[in-house]
C-alpha cells in the first residue's frame, strides 16, 4: 500500500500558495496574526490590504472615531515592519500626513468664521478623508506597477 500523505512524498506548490495569496481579500491583522506565510507574501497582496484598509476608513463618520483608527492603523504598520521580510515595502502615512496638511491649512482659510463646533467637525472630517482618498490613490497606481 502507497503512502500518499508521506511527508517525504508531499511537495508544496509555492507558485499555487502565491496565486491563492493574490485572490483573498487580506487584511493588515492577517499579517499580524500570521494567518499567510511571509515567505509567500508578495508586495501587491499587501498593498491591496492597505488599500482596502484605507477605504474602510472612509465610512467612518466620526473624526474621533477616524483619527483613532489611523493611530491604530500606523501602529499596526509599525509591527509590520517588524515581522515581514525586508524586500517588503511596507506602506507608510507620510504620503497621508503629506496631504493632510495643506487640506487642513486650506480648510482652516474656509472656515474662519465657524463657530459650531459640530459644523468644524464635519469639515475636519472632509479634510481627512480627502487625504485618505489621495492616499488610495497612490497605492492603487503603486499597486498597478
Not at 71 to 100: C, G, W
Not at 110 to 135: C, M, N, Q, S
Amino acid at each position: 500500500m502507497v503512502n500518499f500523505f508521506d511527508q517525504n512524498q508531499v511537495k508544496v506548490n509555492k507558485e499555487f500558495f502565491r496565486e491563492s495569496a493574490r485572490q483573498i481579500d487580506y487584511t493588515i491583522e492577517d499579517f499580524l496574526q500570521d494567518d499567510i506565510p511571509h515567505s509567500l507574501l508578495e508586495q501587491n497582496v499587501l498593498n491591496s490590504a492597505y488599500i482596502n484598509h484605507l477605504t474602510s476608513l472612509l465610512k467612518i463618520n466620526s473624526i474621533f472615531d477616524l483619527a483613532q483608527e489611523i493611530l491604530e492603523l500606523e501602529k499596526s504598520l509599525d509591527k509590520l515592519a517588524h515581522r515581514l521580510p525586508v524586500d517588503i515595502n511596507i506602506p507608510t502615512m507620510k504620503i497621508f500626513y503629506h496631504q493632510l496638511g495643506p487640506v487642513f491649512i486650506q480648510l482652516f482659510v474656509e472656515i474662519k468664521d465657524l463657530e459650531d463646533h459640530k459644523e468644524l467637525e464635519g469639515e475636519w472630517l472632509k479634510a481627512v478623508r480627502i487625504a485618505l482618498e489621495e492616499e488610495i490613490v497612490v497605492w492603487q497606481e503603486k499597486n498597478l506597477k
